[in-house]
């Protein structure tokens, strides 16, 4: 039997025996995370159970025997394809990255660890141990590159949702009469924010069926030229629908940036604070009728 015949045979050989032993790899792999600082780590970031650990551990293993010894059909797809799925389950189950990369060195070493206690029961040759070896680590690392990559996207993609998710919270259009609401805008205003704004303030309008709406202004101590002029464009395109806007809480250095930006205010309401344009809708007149009527009745 020439050296290339015996190489598959040895390759195909120790692949079976990885992919039946795949339980008992994986097992002393996991114990060997726990004895280190690596395992202590997970467990302070809410890692997925210890039986979803060793499911996983066992699956990957097996993937790993099967490619070796020839039984996938493209290796290299299906390794990659493994990685993209446990690094979107990473993600979503809490596990630090850093903390699940580190524990690649124990599956390297214990899996070689198996190979060369199986090489010697067999009796093979160091160059079909080499040769196993040239297939097997390139494997492992094709699937560290796959499970990083997968991990970095989906993470990027849920602190995205997130950062969305939070900012739609912060543009809230707050109902008081029929037809009557209040947007109270706190905090910086960037580019990404003014967007934002403009669409979700036109959206929930329409949705509470609002045909007057007042914007406080006095929790933003400041707004750039791009900003202001979002702020003006919500207002004309609200003035379209038949939204009538009050504008409130104007700091000086807003005033001022709308001033040095020439924007016309001819068409817009304007109001010192939140209290005098709610008493242009008869919050306040109504408030002074009830406390007139309590004197009249205690009298």
């Keep these: 039997m020439d050296l290339q015949m015996k190489q598959k045979q040895d390759q195909i050989e120790i692949g079976t025996r990885i992919s039946e032993n795949a339980p008992q ?6 114990n060997n995370i726990k004895d280190s600082n690596a395992y202590v780590s997970l467990q302070q970031n809410a890692p997925l159970n210890n039986y979803e650990e060793l499911q996983q551990s066992i699956a990957f293993i097996r993937l790993l025997g ?7 059909s493209d290796s290299k797809k299906t390794i990659y394809e493994w990685g993209e799925n446990i690094g979107m389950l990473a993600v979503h189950s809490g596990q630090p990255l850093d903390v699940t990369l580190e524990s690649t060195s124990y599956y390297r070493d214990v899996i070689w660890d198996f190979i060369k206690e199986e090489g010697s029961l067999q009796e093979m040759s160091p160059h079909s141990v080499l040769h ?4 097997i680590n390139p494997m492992i690392d094709y699937a560290v590159q796959a499970f990083s990559k997968s991990y970095v996207n989906n993470y990027r993609e849920m602190t995205k949702q997130f950062h969305l998710s939070l900012q739609e919270l912060s543009v809230p259009v707050v109902p008081l009469f029929p037809g009557v609401a209040v947007l109270p805008v706190v905090g910086d205003i960037d580019t990404n924010r003014a967007k934002l704004l403009l669409e979700a303030t ?16 006095s929790g933003v101590s400041y707004i750039d030229t791009m900003v202001a002029h979002r702020l003006f464009q919500l207002v004309s395109t609200l003035k379209l629908l038949g939204v009538k806007t009050t504008l409130t809480g104007l700091s ?9 930006l020439n924007l016309d205010f001819d068409e817009i309401t304007l109001k010192g604070n939140l209290l005098q344009a709610l008493a242009d809708f008869g919050y306040g007149k109504l408030d002074k009728t009830n406390k007139k009527t309590k004197r009249t009745d205690s009298n």
């Design 25 to 30: 790899i994986a097992e002393k792999i996991m």
């Design 66 to 72: 099967d490619a070796v010894s020839g039984k996938v």
């Design 132 to 135: 196993i070896s040239t297939t």
């Design 202 to 217: 036109l959206q929930q309008c329409l949705d509470y069926e609002i045909t007057s709406l007042v914007i406080d202004l």
């Design 252 to 260: 000086p250095e807003i005033a001022q940036t709308s001033v040095s």
